[in-house]
């Protein structure tokens, strides 16, 4: 899966502040040995177990690929924390699977397990409905995958 920078946009004073949050995303590819038992699970469209600030899913894409991802509190220093780790895929699948998830079902980190290639880190900041200061415009619609409001 192809990635692309983005250009960052802040169309408010506020700063955002890291919601404690970490999303660590990999991909099935058809080409896996798992991918019909993920292709089972969510077929065409997607699979998500939450409990305990903490989540798997899977999602399909276009290419019939499964975006999967691990959702897990952790500090806001663990990208920087854990560089070695990030750079090496199987001892991240490893220490996701063993460390954070060691209570879930096998079916449910067996998404983790079984994913392909590197992981992508997505630290998840916010900013609260208190500090922004908007004014609802009717007819305007503002579309983001950033915005989040707690």
Do not use: C
Not at 23 to 37: D, E, G, Q
């Amino acid at each position: 899966m192809h990635r692309t920078a983005l250009i960052d946009r802040q169309v408010t004073p506020t700063t955002p502040k890291y919601a404690g949050r970490y999303y660590l995303t990999s991909n099935i590819s058809p080409k896996s040995s798992f991918y019909a038992t993920v292709e089972a699970m969510a077929g065409t469209g997607n699979y998500m177990s939450m409990g305990s600030r903490r989540v798997v899913a899977a999602m399909r894409l276009g290419d019939r690929s499964y975006y999967t991802f691990a959702g897990v509190s952790l500090p806001e220093s663990w990208k920087s924390d854990n560089a070695a780790l990030l750079n090496d895929p199987e001892a991240l699948r490893s220490t996701l699977v063993t460390k954070y998830f060691s209570d879930w079902s096998k079916t449910n980190t067996d998404l983790i397990a079984h994913s392909n290639g590197e992981f992508y880190t997505w630290p998840l900041y916010g900013v609260s409905a208190e500090d922004m200061e908007w004014q609802t415009v009717p007819g305007v619609a503002l579309i983001g995958d950033a915005a989040h409001l707690w």
